[in-house]
């Protein structure tokens, strides 16, 4: 079984910083890209950032210069520095990872849970 879990969600005031935590456990033999997506109230999930095993990344345009992703590969663990944050950031925030299992021959796609940031005054 392989699992993702979140930390590091909450509430903020504009301008302010958060990082978001995902760590991935299991059986895992290796992960290739990962990545963070969000989903606000009323509106379709996506994407934020993401990040390749070699460390290369691409954000959407509404985050980039603010929002940092990054990833401990020796801790299969991703982050999301998000600073200069905004009332729009405000959403579900949801990792994602391509994780290959001990025994496969090919990539699965795992979600974690979803933790709440919320920018407000």
């Known amino acids: 079984q392989v699992q993702l879990v979140e930390s590091g969600g909450g509430l903020v005031q504009p301008g302010g910083s958060l990082r978001l935590s995902c760590a991935a456990s299991?059986?895992?033999?290796?992960?290739?890209?990962m990545g963070w997506y969000r989903q606000a109230p009323g509106k379709q999930r996506e994407l934020v950032a993401v990040i390749t095993s070699g460390g290369s990344t691409d954000y959407a345009d509404s985050v980039k210069g603010r929002f940092t992703i990054s990833r401990d590969n020796a801790k299969n663990t991703e982050y999301l520095q998000m600073d200069s944050l905004k009332p729009e950031d405000t959403a579900v925030y949801y990792c994602n990872a391509k994780i290959k299992r001990y025994g496969d021959s090919y990539d699965r796609n795992y979600w974690g849970q979803g933790t709440q940031v919320t920018v407000s005054s």
């Open positions: 299991g059986s895992i033999f290796s992960i290739n890209g």
